[in-house]
């Protein structure tokens, strides 16, 4: 034996072994059972890894490591969400280009990752950025623009005031920015949309055939928002027909005025009839200065204009009913237009009772004179001429033919779901490869010219006007029409960030491929993902977006399977000592090169995994980390105590077979600290017995080598085992042989009950304390806390006392 666990040595020779000699390159033998486990690739920013990033990739790597000893063929790969805001930003102010400042960042990046140990093919690499990558992004939005899925529109936009960018409606949180927090305006402009719209109900439809966890299925249906109703026509008495979309048709008699955006085009077209224009006009400056958050908050003051000179009638009984404008009531959303029933909707009765407007109850239930009767899916109609005495369900139905037949509604089916706005008027982004025309009008540059790339500019600033820095350069603006020959200008606008993930799990299937995205039969093989972890904050957006991309690629025989990924789970942040989210002003972010160089990577790995529950956010723990340290060094000095032996001794028989199928499904199902805790509890038992056989040794390094590789393998050649750790097999064991007598105590936080669990009927008092801190409600109700006391009484309960 060595007589020092030398980390540092042991964890540069095993990371210089698994590069020279390929350990981890994913072999196109296209014969073996294949695994695909993914990781979100990560934004190369300037400040480089924090120790949160390497929580997912670790979990992965796990699996992936596992999954090898398995036999599979393995496809674990990692590259750079390389193009967006912040690299262009940090370029403007240190006058760099940012191709520099990515090169850069992505170099530090990759050399923290490495340094971890982690099992990456190196040889996949990805760069979103790179004009070989973004060629195929160019022509993914070329076929969808062919399809009809990418048009140009004019409308009213999301305008960041600092970042001098259109925004998504979803890149605006809490009214401002989601990358800068700075001001959010509305802005009429021309932008490019792509029609995710019509992919809404396969988006929905196909979250039965994947393994999501529920809470990521929920965001996606909630984010969907599908809702079945009926599209009415209110006339008017300017002669025109506003559409309305309702879930509610059957309170249509209670509808007693309309609210429209102050955007809605009828405002424009009813101008000459307004006598109160000068008002509408000015709120509608007060409203464009509002983001969609500002406007639908629920707990705001309720604001409008009512339109003097035109009324709305309502179709079910010929009543005029006041029109208003307000800024509750979003263009974008539904027809732009609502009927308001105040008796049955919170909004609508505050806005009543703020303009003194009648509030008719028509399902019977409460008192609406005090409040409005929210609680009115089930009931019976009332004030409804032929829908009295109804109930609500048989009312919606018979509402729902009544429009129809009398020509005043369809049935109709919404989705809260709008269309993707697909551009930025910034530089760092993948060109848009469209020209425009005067005849022809927006034409595709032919797919021989890819990649457009970016042209040289020296000022990568935004104009003031909002175009992108590109519109300037004019020699590159400035080209003839693909279709006619003609005089044409580019598309100056570059698309946003989501572009480059929207497919990138594609490209790793293939990578050096210069004929096409990646090879039919690459694809074919590889795909889908079988397991794809990331941040619980990309479970919307980043996971619709790339469901809509690979569906349409699917439709057009791109990819063989409908979805890109069979399974999706989400980790917990880790959060600081101090309990809050790592941040430089807060001064309580961990460098993970600082715990690499005092710890070792095995170490780090082995906490990450250790620190509680995967999916929840966990407190980093300076303390708690040299527990883990700790444990290796037993590991490491096991090999003083070495003796012959080719099966388990029958007093550990028990627990190694235990220990392994716990640790083999916990990995399964992301129950990494108690994987961990059980192999501490193997540990223990192996000490009471003074020593370890050779066979018994051989497997717990391979039990544990996915969690801790470096130091596993190094003692796997030290003991002179046929290695390396790489080529064996994962262990096994024998469900009869992992019966013993157990008994169920129950574990207490100052005194009161928070779990119950079986341990084996002998077991120490350590063990029985630390399988009682790894189970999820408990770890989950110390997350925070200091313990101050740990008590076990055998065969009955732990009690732990925490402050």
């Not at 309170?251 to 955006?261: K, S």
């Not at 993930?501 to 039919?520: E, G, I, Q, T, V």
């Not at 397991?531 to 690629?553: Q, V």
Request: proline share 4%; hydrophobic share 35%.
């Amino acid at each position: 034996m060595k007589s020092r666990y030398d980390f540092k040595a042991i964890e540069h020779k095993w990371q210089k072994y698994w590069d020279d000699n390929k350990t981890f390159k994913a072999e196109n033998d296209y014969t073996k059972p294949k695994y695909y486990p993914l990781v979100e690739f990560p934004y190369p920013s300037g400040q480089g890894l924090h120790v949160g990033h390497p929580r997912p990739y670790t979990a992965l790597d796990i699996v992936a490591r596992k999954r090898r000893l398995e036999g599979y063929n393995v496809l674990y790969t990692m590259g750079w969400d390389a193009f967006g805001l912040p690299t262009e930003n940090y370029a403007i102010k240190n006058k760099i280009h940012p191709e520099i400042v990515t090169k850069q960042n992505v170099e530090r990046f990759k050399g923290q990752l490495k340094s971890l140990g982690l099992s990456f093919d190196w040889n996949r690499e990805i760069n979103t950025t790179d004009p070989n990558y973004y060629k195929w992004t160019q022509w993914i939005f070329i076929k969808l623009f062919e399809a009809g899925l990418a048009y140009k529109s004019e409308m009213n936009v999301n305008w960041c005031t600092s970042c001098k960018v259109v925004l998504a409606n979803e890149e605006v949180v809490g009214g401002v920015c989601e990358r800068c927090g700075g001001e959010v305006i509305h802005k009429v402009k021309s932008q490019w949309m792509l029609k995710i719209t019509e992919y809404a109900q396969r988006l929905l439809d196909d979250l039965q055939d994947v393994d999501y966890f529920d809470r990521i299925k929920a965001t996606q249906v909630n984010w969907i928002g599908r809702s079945t109703g009926a599209e009415v026509d209110f006339g008017t008495t300017a002669g025109d027909s506003l559409k309305v979309y309702t879930t509610r048709p059957d309170t249509l008699f209670g509808a007693t005025y309309m609210v429209l955006a102050p955007e809605h085009p009828f405002i424009e077209k009813w101008a000459d009839k307004l006598t109160n224009l000068d008002e509408v006009r000015a709120y509608q400056q007060e409203a464009s200065r509002k983001s969609d958050f500002e406007r639908t908050e629920l707990n705001k003051e309720k604001t409008g204009v009512k339109l003097q000179g035109v009324m709305g009638i309502n179709p079910v009984n010929g009543k005029e009913i006041p029109i208003f404008i307000s800024d509750y009531v979003l263009v974008s959303y539904g027809t732009g237009a609502i009927m308001a029933v105040p008796a049955h909707d919170t909004r609508d009765y505050e806005f009543a009772k703020a303009f003194d407007l009648p509030i008719i109850e028509v399902v019977q239930g409460g008192d609406v004179t005090k409040e409005a009767f929210t609680d009115c899916e089930t009931g019976i109609m009332v004030n409804s001429d032929f829908l009295n005495g109804l109930s609500v369900e048989e009312a919606k139905e018979k509402i729902k033919e009544w429009l129809q037949a009398n020509g005043k509604g369809v049935p109709k089916v919404n989705y809260k779901l709008r269309d993707w706005v697909f551009a930025r008027q910034r530089y760092w982004g993948e060109p848009i490869p469209i020209v425009h025309c005067d005849d022809c009008g927006y034409v595709p540059i032919p797919v021989s010219e890819l990649p457009l790339k970016l042209p040289e500019v020296e000022s990568y600033e935004p104009t003031d006007d909002g175009q992108s820095p590109l519109a300037k350069i004019t020699d590159w603006v400035n080209t003839t029409c693909p279709k006619c020959g003609k005089p044409a200008k580019r598309e100056t606008d570059t698309m946003p960030q989501w572009a480059g993930s929207s497919w990138y799990f594609l490209r790793y299937c293939d990578p050096h491929n210069d004929d096409f995205l990646a090879s039919k039969e690459a694809l074919d093989y590889w795909m889908p993902v079988d397991w794809y972890n990331g941040g619980m904050e990309h479970t919307t957006l980043h996971l619709l977006y790339s469901r809509f991309w690979h569906k349409f690629l699917y439709d057009i025989g791109v990819v063989s399977c409908k979805e890109p990924y069979q399974k999706r789970t989400s980790h917990g942040m880790v959060l600081g000592e101090d309990g809050q989210k790592m941040s430089k002003s807060r001064g309580n972010v961990v460098n993970p090169d600082e715990v690499i160089a005092e710890y070792g990577a095995d170490t780090m790995r082995l906490y990450e995994m250790f620190i509680g529950d995967f999916e929840k956010t966990a407190p980093w723990s300076n303390k708690s980390i040299k527990g883990c340290k700790r444990f290796l060094d037993r590991i490491w000095s096991l090999q003083e105590n070495v003796i012959v032996g080719d099966s388990y001794r029958k007093e550990v028989e028990t627990i190694f077979h235990q220990t392994i199928k716990k640790v083999s499904e916990d990995i399964e199902t992301l129950k990494y600290n108690t994987a961990i805790a059980a192999m501490m509890s193997l540990l223990n038992a192996i000490d009471k017995t003074g020593s370890i056989n050779r066979a018994e040794y051989r497997d717990l390094l391979i039990l544990l080598n996915p969690f801790a590789p470096h130091i596993t393998e190094e003692i796997f050649e030290l003991m002179g085992f046929n290695g390396p750790i790489t080529s064996q097999k994962w262990v096994t064991y024998d469900e009869a042989k992992c019966r013993e007598s157990t008994v169920e105590i129950a574990v207490q936080i100052n005194g009161k009950i928070k779990a119950k669990i079986n341990v084996a009927a002998e077991i120490s008092s350590e063990d029985a304390i630390a399988l009682a801190k790894a189970d999820e409600k408990v770890s989950s109700e110390l997350n925070g806390k200091t313990i101050v006391k740990e008590i076990y009484v055998k065969g009955k309960l732990v009690n732990i006392v925490a402050k």
